[in-house]
């Protein structure tokens, strides 16, 4: 039940791109993505609602494909402070309990 | 306007101890969760609290129970405690079916 996160970890320099993809085998109203640095709390990114959406701030943008219950975050330009664990939750059902999945490390380097 | 608050932030309990962990929420949500974060690890639910309520559960022993108070702060209490309950425990506030908002955290240790 626990969603997939592939890769499990990525080494960027900065400025480089990078793709974090989240897989579920269940349907999902909606996926969630934080990040999380080392001895602290997850930060909120971003919230994804089914259909098909796509969102983005700044340089970090993700997708939501409901029919294959996938999303991906997209990380444009790195920078330095983009390091730290991303987590997506996934919502099966309107239920507002979030299941996290395996997590991807990222690292960017000068 | 303050964010998540948790107390405390550290504790170190033994085996077979009961220990209680605060929470409060950002200003004007409604909504509680808790989480458990083992070492390397992501979050696994709890339970959630509304309106004073256990409105979802994960799956934990009932040696895990929580309250909401009428001011939408909350408590975590875990009886008995175990080795394995060494962790990270997450508060996370939110109105309900929005986007929830971490807190620093508790981090419980078990000897």
């Known amino acids: 039940q626990q969603p997939v996160q592939s890769p499990q970890a990525v080494i960027l320099r900065e400025g480089e791109d990078a793709v974090i993809n989240c897989s579920s085998s269940?349907?999902?109203?909606?996926v969630h993505w934080y990040r999380q640095k080392h001895g602290e709390a997850p930060v909120f990114l971003m919230i994804?609602?089914?259909?098909?959406e796509q969102k983005g701030h700044d340089k970090i943008s993700a997708s939501f494909n409901e029919k294959k219950q996938q999303s991906s975050l997209y990380l444009t330009a790195s920078q330095l402070s983009y390091s730290g664990t991303y987590f997506c939750g996934t919502e099966p059902g309107n239920t507002d309990k979030l299941i996290f999945g395996t997590g991807t490390r990222l690292q960017v380097f000068p | 306007d303050a964010g998540v608050t948790q107390s405390p932030t550290h504790l170190i309990k033994t085996r077979g101890q009961q220990v209680t962990l605060r929470c409060s929420p950002k200003s004007g949500h409604d909504t509680v969760s808790w989480y458990q974060q083992a070492l390397g690890q992501g979050p696994q639910f709890i339970f959630q609290?509304?309106?004073?309520?256990?409105?979802q559960r994960g799956n934990f022993p009932d040696r895990f129970s929580g309250h909401q108070f009428p001011n939408y702060s909350s408590e975590l209490n875990v009886n008995a405690l175990l080795l394995g309950d060494s962790a990270l425990y997450l508060c996370a506030s939110s109105l309900v079916g929005l986007e929830q908002y971490f807190g620093p955290g508790t981090r419980l240790t078990v000897t």
């Open positions: 269940k349907a999902l109203y909606s």
């Open positions: 609290y509304y309106e004073e309520e256990e409105r």
């Open positions: 994804l609602l089914k259909g098909g």
